[in-house]
């Protein structure tokens, strides 16, 4: 395959990976700094804990995501290390829903104390979103053996 036919995808992936390291980088810092209520101020240390390990298996999953790509322009897609990338976005991604599943408690008290049920349906969007982006990697990890293992059997038969 031409190099560089998946360069598109390598900028999405950069490009999705800044907003995310600027809102860790400044966002949750003045969201600590700055709470909107300060009476449940204790109640947002956890929730930005939780938000700042969720970065850690996001950024991993986009980093395998950028080597996936690789692989694809040296015409390795269809081999054991596409398998493996897809394999560990699989669970990255389920470590970001099940941080968000930790975190969801907290933000049911927040809304509690601020009569804001909206909340607890916003901080149920990453769980579902990481749940289907697991899902689509696990899909795609076994469509990918099998077709690796096919194409085994096809080079051993003669």
């Not at 400044?26 to 969720?54: E, K, Q, T």
């Not at 390795?76 to 394999?87: M, R």
Request: glycine letters at 4%.
């Amino acid at each position: 395959m031409k190099q560089g036919t998946t360069l598109f995808l390598k900028i999405a992936v950069f490009i999705i990976g800044i907003p995310v390291l600027a809102v860790c980088i400044i966002g949750l810092y003045w969201l600590v700094r700055n709470p909107a209520n300060p009476d449940f101020a204790h109640l947002l240390y956890p929730i930005v804990i939780g938000m700042f390990l969720s970065a850690i298996p996001f950024y991993i999953a986009l980093y395998q995501a950028f080597r996936l790509l690789s692989y694809i322009d040296r015409a390795q897609a269809f081999s054991q290390i596409s398998v493996n990338a897809l394999k560990k976005i699989k669970f990255c991604a389920i470590a970001v829903s099940t941080l968000y599943v930790v975190i969801l408690p907290f933000i049911y008290l927040v809304a509690e104390q601020d009569d804001a049920p909206g909340l607890i349906i916003i901080g149920m969007v990453p769980i579902f979103a990481s749940m289907v982006i697991a899902v689509f990697a696990a899909v795609l990890q076994r469509l990918l053996q099998e077709a690796i293992d096919i194409k085994s059997e096809n080079d051993l038969t003669v």
